[in-house]
């Protein structure tokens, strides 16, 4: 079973490796223009979501409900420039 909350990460390779479902992402804390972040598939190295700062206060993020966005080998945090990711999964 999943726990509550979201799954927090904070240093590029973080990751979530069991298969899930995205409910939503959300990108905060102080950033330059031009910061970037990416989630990639762990096993393709294919692009889940990329967020691009536009000034020095991020708040970015996506949901996908209802459905969620599949991830069958989860989740890696690929690339972060500043701040933290908060990853929300859809509960079944």
């Known amino acids: 079973m999943i726990g509550s909350g979201p799954v927090v990460l904070t240093t590029v390779g973080d990751q979530y490796l069991d298969p899930v479902r995205l409910s939503g992402v959300v990108w905060t804390g102080a950033s330059t223009a031009g910061d970037v972040v990416e989630l990639r598939d762990p096993v393709s190295g294919g692009l889940l979501w990329e967020g691009r700062a536009s000034d020095s206060h991020t708040y970015l993020g996506i949901s ?7 991830c ?16 929300y999964l859809r509960e079944e």
Not at 64 to 70: A, D, M, V
Request: overall charge positive.
């Open 64 to 70: 996908w409900n209802p459905y969620g966005l599949h």
């Open 72 to 87: 069958p080998h989860g989740f890696r945090l690929a690339t972060l420039s500043s701040g933290r990711v908060l990853v």
